[in-house]
Structures are given as structure tokens and as C-alpha cells.
T-cell receptor, first 111, second 114 residues
Framework: SQKIEQNSEALNIQEGKTATLTCNYTNYSPAYLQWYRQDPGRGPVFLLLIRENEKEKRKERLKVTFDTTLKQSLFHITASQPADSATYLCALSASNYQLIWGAGTKLIIKP | GAGVSQSPSNKVTEKGKDVELRCDPISGHTALYWYRQSLGQGLEFLIYFQGNSAPDKSGLPSDRFSAERTGGSVSTLTIQRTQQEDSAVYLC????????????FGPGTRLLVL
């Protein structure tokens, strides 16, 4: 069956360092992948989309990579700040409109 | 402009009661999604509406769950005869169309069934 895995343990990073989050999937060939940020008590907020034929996408301090051979996406935040602390969700396209979601990784940036 | 709104923000109910959750999507968005999020779990797809097309109800967990979208705008998710396992956060999202479109989420309704 299709499966998406994100690190279930919280990731603690020192302010100013690069945070790297991982999204692995199996039994699946998504056309695209999205990353969202979710703060406590709020709905997810879209950050980046990367397509299967794209290796890398950047937006300000954010970078996403997509390796369809490894079936893995990496999400990087450079020069991390305490305000980047949140849960980050990856979501893979399952159809023309449906996304399959990972459980998210909680990121904590310590000052 | 206004984002996606949901009401109520919190709902506590007794087992066996019916509940109605409301979602107001962003104006002009034709696609609307309902998800369920339990602690430590990914978002679970429930139902999808697109324009005037028949909704995709394939994610509804049982026949106690139903949803409608009136006039292509406001949507209501109804859970009949609630069970304790229905306790979760129910999220609504809308997008301009479907496909690669960004989904815009509401703040969710936190449902607790006692």
C-alpha cells in the first residue's frame, strides 16, 4: 500500500543553522509534491510545490529537492530562526485533485 | 480578502449525538476539501467537491458521515450518532480549481466526543 514517512520525532536546531526535513514514500509515483507549514491550532499553509521532473525548487530561505529514484524529498530551511518553529507536512499528489499527507515533523529552532 | 473560515472552532458533544460542521471557502474557489486530522497522524481525506460535479465521497469513513455544498459555496459536514473515535480536528480547504492548485485551509473544528 502507499506510504509516506516523515520523522515523527521533533527536530531541534540551533538558530542560524540549516534545518533539513525528510519525506520518504513507497509504492507510489507522484506527479508532484507539496510542503506545508502548520502552527498549533491552525490549518496548514502552503510553502512550495515541486514536480516529478524538477530536481530542486527554492523560495527565499527554503529549498526543496525531489529524488524520484530514492523516492524522497528533502526540505531545507537555511539561516533558521525561532519563528520557523512549526510542524512541516509533505503531501504527494495521488490523483488530479487528491493529496496523500505525511504526519509531519515538528521543528524547534532554539535561540 | 477573507480566508477559509470554519465554525464552530470547538465542539464538545456526547456520544450518539449528531454534529454539523460548517466551512466557508474563499470566494471564487471551485474546489473544496474536507480532511480529518488526528494527533500524530497525517491529514485523512474525507470528501471533495468541484463545481457542479458529483462529489468524491470515497474518504468518508462510514455512512454516519455526510457532506453537502450548497450553491457551490458553503459546505456542511454532518456526523450522525457520533462515536468517541470521531474525536479529531476537522479541516476544510478550498482551491481555485484542482490539480496543482494550492489548497487554502481553514483553522479547523476541534471535535471532542465524550
Amino acid at each position: 500500500s502507499q506510504k509516506i514517512e516523515q520523522n515523527s520525532e521533533a527536530l531541534n536546531i540551533q538558530e542560524g543553522k540549516t534545518a533539513t526535513l525528510t519525506c520518504n514514500y513507497t509504492n507510489y509515483s507522484p506527479a508532484y509534491l507539496q510542503w506545508y507549514r502548520q502552527d498549533p491550532g491552525r490549518g496548514p499553509v502552503f510553502l512550495l510545490l515541486i514536480r516529478e521532473n524538477e530536481k530542486e525548487k527554492r523560495k527565499e530561505r527554503l529549498k526543496v529537492t525531489f529524488d524520484t529514484t530514492l523516492k524522497q524529498s528533502l526540505f531545507h530551511i537555511t539561516a533558521s530562526q525561532p519563528a520557523d518553529s512549526a510542524t512541516y507536512l509533505c503531501a504527494l499528489s495521488a490523483s488530479n485533485y487528491q493529496l496523500i499527507w505525511g504526519a509531519g515533523t515538528k521543528l524547534i529552532i532554539k535561540p | 480578502g477573507a480566508g477559509v473560515s470554519q465554525s464552530p472552532s470547538n465542539k464538545v458533544t456526547e456520544k450518539g449525538k449528531d454534529v454539523e460542521l460548517r466551512c466557508d471557502p474563499i470566494s471564487g474557489h471551485t474546489a473544496l476539501y474536507w480532511y480529518r486530522q488526528s494527533l500524530g497522524q497525517g491529514l485523512e481525506f474525507l470528501i471533495y467537491f468541484q463545481g457542479n460535479s458529483a462529489p468524491d465521497k470515497s474518504g468518508l469513513p462510514s455512512d454516519r458521515f455526510s457532506a453537502e455544498r450548497t450553491g457551490g459555496s458553503v459546505s456542511t459536514l454532518t456526523i450522525q450518532r457520533t462515536q468517541q473515535e470521531d474525536s479529531a480536528v476537522y479541516l476544510c480547504a478550498s482551491s481555485f480549481t484542482s490539480g496543482e492548485e494550492t489548497q487554502y485551509f481553514g483553522p479547523g473544528t476541534r471535535l471532542l466526543v465524550l
